[in-house]
């Protein structure tokens, strides 16, 4: 499974690539606004400076010609940006305008097999399946990642399924059981994956016993 980092920050993305697990980036434009007066295009340049994977850049225009246009025009920003578009009926018109066109495209808010299901056929290089946000209101993000897979798994379709909206470690480990592709995740839930206190408990105890047999 693929690690993408699910912020548009870029003092945690390189963080993140010196341990090697920064396989791609998704943002978003709410990502994008928690890093202030940035421009879009510099930043997602940026962010394509240190990480060699797919990066994702969401388009903000409603209509389908607007969403090309930005689409076209965020793709040349680097050979590694996807554009990101909603699963919206003109989400889904632009997707597969700007996949006849060559470029990737990662299809984001998808909340049901059946719109998983009109993205791989759009021509979604990506499916952007939300978890927690389904965990939100009371159903099960996990279900649907699974449903996406097995259906997927029936077809030679190109589009590779990305669990979204991961929350916490449980998530990225069910999606790794189910064979998720990837998993873009917030930097906390990685930080939270190292985390296991018998770890820092055994670490203590063996640098403690070291240091009182004398060595240094
Ligand atoms: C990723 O591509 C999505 O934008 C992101 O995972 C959304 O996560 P959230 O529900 O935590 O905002």
Redesign the pocket.
Known sequence: MKFFL?TANVKEISEAAKLGLADGV???P??IAKEGDVDFKTHIAAICDIVSGPV?A?VTSEDVEGMVREGREYAAIAKNVVV?CPLTRAGLTATHQLDSEGIKV?V?LCFSAAQAILAAKAGASFI?P?L??LDDIGENGLLLLGDIIEVYRNYDWKTEV?A????HPIHAIEAARMGADIA?M?FKVIDQMFNHPLTDKGQAQFLADWRKSGRK
Do not use: C, M, Q, V
């Not at 979204?164 to 929350?167: G, T």
């Open positions: 699910d998704t943002t978003n709410s990502l994702s969401e990101k990662n984001t952007s939300f927690g946000r990305l979204a909206s991961i929350r873009t917030p």
